[in-house]
């Protein structure tokens, strides 16, 4: 009974926290979107009326526009127009790199207002409705979860809400309002990574271990972003993404270079938070196991065991990274022949920064873990101690 009051505290806890978080991150001006807003709407395309009906909006010129438009009739799904039905257009241009679909009776869809005076049609094509299918997958992830899971699958769940949460609703808005980046990055992460552990192992020995090794290979990945930034001249500006964001707003343009430093150390926190828990949950294993091992003993095989997880998971790092950017990767080797100009490309050399310095935070996680493991776990044993520690 004592452990659940616990468990719903922490997580009411963390909760509140986000609550807070939340309010101060919004408390000031946030960056004006200079775009237009575009308000969508859910549709289900109940007839197709005319599949080349630029010939008919545009019968002198429908040749020379280079578009191809679909009439078809959809039926609105939500809001204070719902069961209503209106004529509808989806434009192509024939300029796309890739044809999209027409649209055909049945597809769930998303339209907005039509912006065009030519065509007299209150509503136009914006996109396929594809969230559908990903609650789906979301939903069969989170049924295999609680499955195989059980209760750990409820805390994981929790966790996975309060992380998004920590994500979307405290961090993005409090970079889009101007509030230090390089502060509100590194308390999401510790948020994160006492609020994970805390609720998906409680308050445990194993937990604060965890925990004490996560902190100090985020921190030693931050560190080693910002010394390193002091020699390579980096501008931020790795990707269109980059400076689309610092167009929001010319005249106060966002810092970019602490966006890149906050994606690095984020993207590395859940490989970091990985390996402190594989080494702290296999000693406390180990402990129940053998529960005469000695400090020194908890400690050389919290070396070994790290020896066998680094490698497999600096590989997790670079992959992870080049794949997310799989495409620009291509991009530039195809068009760079010189080695020495690809390798000293900013988005190059900040996906390697991304790698090295989360492989150096995981590096130190490794031994600090064991560290603070071997005092929580081991057993007096200062002779056997000595002995150990000279054989490592």
Known sequence: MKQKIIYILTVVLCVLLLVAGRKFATARPAVENAGTVTVSEKVKVTAVIDPEYEKTAFPDDWEMRGESIVLFEGEFMDGYKKGERELMVQRVDDLYAVEMRPVREGDKIAVYRNPDSQIEVNYMFAEYNRVTVLWWLVGAFMFLLLLFGRKKGVSTIIS??????????????????????????????????????????????????????????????????????????????VDEDALYL???????????????????????????????????????????????????????????????IIG????????????????????????????????????????????????????????LTSVVCGVLYGSEGKNEDKKVYRNM
Not at 181 to 200: A, G, R
Not at 315 to 338: E, K, Q
């Open 246 to 308: 610092r167009m929001l707003n010319p005249e106060n343009p966002l810092d970019i270079k602490a966006v890149g430093f906050a994606a690095i150390i984020i993207g590395a926190v859940g490989a970091v938070m990985d390996v402190a828990m594989d080494i702290s949950s296999a000693l406390a294993e180990l402990k129940s196991q053998v529960p005469d091992i000695s400090t020194a003993q908890i400690v050389k095989s919290g070396f070994t065991i790290g020896r066998d």
């Open 160 to 237: 996975l809400a309060l992380t998004i949460g920590a994500i979307f609703l405290v961090f993005v808005p409090a970079v889009l309002s101007y509030c230090n980046i390089y502060l509100w990055s590194l308390m999401t992460c510790v948020y994160i990574i006492f609020m994970t552990l805390l609720i998906v192992n409680g308050y445990t020995k194993k937990s604060l271990a965890a925990i004490i090794g996560c902190v100090g290979g985020v921190a030693v990945t931050g560190a080693l972003v910002k010394f390193c930034d002091l020699f390579l001249h980096t501008t931020g500006l």
């Open 312 to 367: 497999t998971m600096s590989n997790t790092l670079i992959l992870a990274y080049i794949g997310s950017s799989l495409s620009c990767t291509l991009l530039m080797v195809a068009g760079n022949p010189s080695l020495l100009l690809l390798f000293n490309t900013e988005m190059i050399v900040v996906e390697l920064l991304q790698t090295i310095a989360g492989s150096f935070g995981m590096l130190l996680t490794i031994p």
